[in-house]
């Protein structure tokens, strides 16, 4: 004999399924969380090599000093294309604004071989103590980073006017020590104004000090009118070992004085320029 369920059973069954059943229903959706997005690298784009190899630089630093007041410092690099390609400098950015580079041209085609200089002007007006700014070269075949310093001497350490004593004491002390002009309190007019600078800087800072002064000495030799004709040789050889005796001192490093050689061949060039060879004329015969 079959026997079934109790229908009363069956619908509480059933009812309990569809309550379950709705309460699930009712349940809200499980929160999900959106993947991070995460961007892709930023590279940086390839970076040139740089010139080291390619150019020689006779220094990567330079470093002036002046007298306290001076508006500027002026800097000069010189360098070389050692490389079998032509080097285009397209430009030269500085570190700050109170600095400004210049390039002979701009964009500015070296040759394999060939040379020539960047120049720098830093404004140090009020300046006391180190000034240092980076010079960055631009190049098609890399860059390079140049420093510069400027160092201003305090109000107290900036030389005044020099007194007729004073000028009759140092002649005196070049007399009988013309390398004197070298050393001491006469290095600041002769020694630092001649750090970096070559040509007619350099002849007016350390040369033109003496020769081309509205108060030159009687003994300081007047070069617009030497009494003998000028060489290249003979302007070297005077500038390099000086005069014995007299005095002018030898401005050669050999010989303890300030110059390379390099500044030396450039005031060469200079003098043989402006101060073109006179030949001297032998005086007109008398006619009786």
Same mark, same amino acid.
């Given at each position: 004999?079959?026997?079934?369920?109790?229908?009363? &059973?069956?619908?509480?069954?059933?009812?309990? %399924?569809?309550?379950?059943?709705?309460?699930?229903?009712?349940?809200?959706?499980?929160?999900?969380?959106?993947?991070?997005?995460?961007?892709?690298?930023?590279?940086?784009?390839?970076?040139?090599?740089?010139?080291?190899?390619? $150019?020689?630089?006779?220094? #990567?630093?330079?470093?002036?000093?002046?007298?306290?007041?001076?508006?500027?410092?002026?800097?000069?690099?010189?360098?070389?294309?050692? @490389?079998? #390609?032509?080097?285009? $400098?397209? @430009?030269?950015?500085?570190?700050?604004?109170?600095?400004?580079?210049? &390039?002979?041209?701009?964009?500015?085609?070296? /040759?394999?071989?060939?040379?020539?200089? $960047? @120049?720098?002007?830093?404004?140090?007006?009020?300046?006391?103590?180190?000034?240092?700014?980076?010079?960055?070269?631009?190049?098609?075949?890399?860059?390079?980073?140049?420093?510069?310093?400027?160092?201003?001497?305090?109000?107290?350490?900036?030389?005044?006017?020099?007194?007729?004593?004073?000028?009759?004491?140092?002649?005196?002390?070049?007399?009988?020590?013309?390398?004197?002009?070298?050393?001491?309190?006469? /290095?600041?007019?002769?020694?630092?104004?001649?750090?970096?600078?070559?040509?007619?800087?350099?002849?007016? #800072?350390?040369?033109?000090?003496?020769?081309?002064?509205?108060?030159?000495?009687?003994?300081?030799?007047? &070069?617009?009118?030497?009494?003998?004709?000028?060489?290249?040789?003979?302007?070297?050889?005077?500038?390099?070992?000086?005069?014995?005796?007299?005095?002018?001192?030898?401005?050669?490093?050999?010989?303890?004085?300030? %110059?390379?050689? #390099?500044? $030396?061949?450039?005031?060469?060039?200079?003098?043989? @320029? /402006?101060?073109?060879?006179?030949?001297?004329?032998?005086?007109?015969?008398?006619?009786?």
């Amino acid at each position: 004999m079959k026997t079934f369920p109790c229908p009363r &059973l069956v619908l509480l069954g059933v009812a309990g %399924l569809l309550i379950a059943a709705n309460t699930f229903a009712q349940q809200p959706a499980p929160l999900t969380t959106p993947p991070i997005q995460v961007p892709p690298p930023v590279l940086p784009p390839p970076s040139l090599p740089g010139l080291d190899g390619l $150019i020689v630089w006779d220094a #990567e630093r330079k470093e002036v000093t002046v007298p306290n007041g001076t508006p500027q410092a002026q800097f000069t690099f010189n360098l070389t294309n050692i @490389s079998t #390609e032509t080097i285009t $400098i397209n @430009s030269v950015s500085t570190s700050c604004g109170c600095t400004v580079a210049k &390039l002979p041209e701009q964009p500015w085609h070296i /040759a394999p071989g060939t040379n020539g200089q $960047i @120049s720098a002007t830093m404004n140090v007006a009020g300046v006391v103590g180190a000034k240092i700014k980076t010079l960055t070269v631009n190049s098609d075949k890399g860059s390079k980073l140049l420093t510069v310093q400027g160092n201003v001497l305090p109000p107290s350490a900036t030389p005044g006017p020099m007194t007729a004593m004073d000028r009759e004491a140092n002649q005196k002390l070049a007399i009988a020590d013309r390398q004197a002009v070298f050393k001491g309190d006469c /290095a600041s007019c002769h020694a630092a104004p001649a750090k970096d600078k070559t040509g007619i800087a350099l002849y007016t #800072e350390v040369c033109g000090i003496c020769h081309e002064a509205k108060n030159r000495a009687t003994m300081v030799t007047d &070069l617009h009118k030497l009494p003998y004709a000028t060489t290249p040789e003979i302007w070297r050889n005077w500038i390099a070992h000086g005069k014995p005796g007299g005095l002018m001192p030898a401005f050669a490093q050999a010989e303890g004085g300030i %110059l390379t050689d #390099e500044q $030396i061949n450039s005031l060469v060039t200079y003098l043989v @320029s /402006a101060i073109p060879s006179k030949p001297v004329t032998a005086p007109a015969a008398v006619v009786h």
